[in-house]
């Protein structure tokens, strides 16, 4: 079985993966704005004008044509809604054309069905960090339940929203990570309530001290101060489980300093440490594609007018069937 899937956030994402997890193409194209944040309108522009674009390099990637393919699978939800709603219609669109099968896929489990499927993982306390999530979940009781979460914006938002501020250009993540190298500790807020956690007086405080401090030693500060928020909490989460694996994904799941962490307090409790590969850890095609296509030969069937858009959709409203 061929699974296509549709993926828009910043991203318009296409990616082909075979029932055995074979992944066939993972192509696609990232809206970058100039200036600023996520503009929902010029990310809608930049998606519809490279679908075809994105769908037919896929299935060049792939060596098939839109007649193989056997299931079509979208992000739903959560995310920015002008974004997932085109994703839907051209998603619907390929459905209808092909006479094929849909899957409308829950968006933050398909960053966990990437990682476990590629980074060799089966009952992990899993870590994803994103642009617009930080969570820690655990499957228990036939779904992921959130063992933690931000409780404002999520740590790739966070760092994003202070590098704007120091003048680094969007992404910011990656370039405060390098910058990290060459600083200094400078105390920053830390804020754990019991399992969750908030980064928004942390960020706030950060870009204060861009009046009175070196960047390189602001940027060291708010990667260590944040990361250790987040391996306390995983940590937590560990030992609450007894869970034996930890996995890592999400888009800041390629931040080294935020691995070599988790990975230090995993060799403590001697729990296995794994990653999401990085061609995998941002949004991406192939994410949805093999979770629709786990959901589909775990039984689950949806007809067009069930496969609605909902961009709070959370990890613990979807019945994962295709685990026990």
């Known amino acids: 079985m061929k699974v296509p899937h549709l993926n828009s956030g910043n991203t318009f994402g296409v990616g082909i993966v075979r029932d055995n997890g074979e992944i066939l193409a993972n192509t696609r194209s990232i809206y970058t704005p100039e200036k600023g944040g996520i503009v929902p309108r010029e990310a809608v522009a930049h998606h519809s004008e490279k679908a075809k674009e994105i769908v037919e390099k896929s299935l060049q990637e792939a060596k098939l044509k839109l007649a193989d393919i056997d299931l079509i699978s979208f992000a739903a939800g959560p995310g920015l809604l002008p974004?997932?709603?085109?994703?839907?219609?051209?998603?619907?669109?390929?459905?209808?054309?092909?006479?094929?099968?849909?899957?409308?896929?829950n968006h933050m489990i398909g960053h966990v069905e990437i990682g476990k499927l590629t980074a060799g993982c089966k009952d992990a306390v899993v870590l994803y960090v994103s642009g617009g999530n930080s969570l820690v979940l655990t499957f228990t009781g036939g779904r992921y339940r959130e063992f933690g979460s931000t409780q404002d914006i999520a740590i790739g938002n966070a760092l994003d929203m202070f590098a704007r501020?120091?003048?680094?250009?969007?992404?910011?993540?990656?370039?405060?990570?390098q910058?990290?190298?060459?600083?200094?500790?400078?105390?920053?807020?830390?804020?754990?309530?019991?399992?969750?956690?908030?980064?928004?007086?942390?960020?706030?405080?950060?870009?204060?001290?861009?009046?009175?401090?070196?960047?390189?030693?602001?940027?060291?500060?708010?990667?260590?101060?944040?990361f250790s928020?987040?391996?306390?909490?995983?940590?937590?989460?560990?030992?609450?489980?007894?869970?034996?694996?930890?996995?890592?994904?999400?888009?800041?799941?390629?931040?080294?300093?935020?691995q070599e962490m988790l990975s230090i307090m995993c060799k403590e409790r001697g729990a296995k440490f794994h990653v999401v590969p990085a061609e995998y850890s941002g949004d991406n095609g192939a994410m949805i594609a093999w979770t629709g296509l786990l959901a589909y030969k775990s039984g689950q069937r949806q007809k067009i007018e069930d496969t609605e858009i909902n961009r709070f959709w959370r990890t613990d409203q979807v019945d994962?069937?295709?685990l026990k």
């Open 165 to 177: 501020e120091a003048g680094l250009k969007h992404p910011g993540g990656p370039k405060i990570e």
């Open 83 to 105: 974004c997932l709603r085109i994703g839907a219609v051209i998603a619907r669109t390929l459905a209808l054309r092909l006479d094929k099968p849909i899957m409308a896929v």
């Open 320 to 322: 994962v069937t295709w």
């Open 229 to 258: 928020m987040l391996t306390e909490v995983v940590e937590r989460a560990v030992a609450h489980t007894d869970k034996e694996e930890v996995l890592l994904t999400g888009g800041v799941a390629a931040n080294k300093r935020l």
């Open 179 to 226: 910058l990290a190298k060459k600083g200094s500790w400078i105390s920053l807020p830390y804020v754990v309530k019991g399992c969750d956690l908030s980064f928004s007086g942390i960020v706030t405080d950060a870009i204060k001290k861009l009046k009175t401090e070196k960047l390189e030693d602001i940027c060291f500060s708010l990667q260590e101060t944040c």
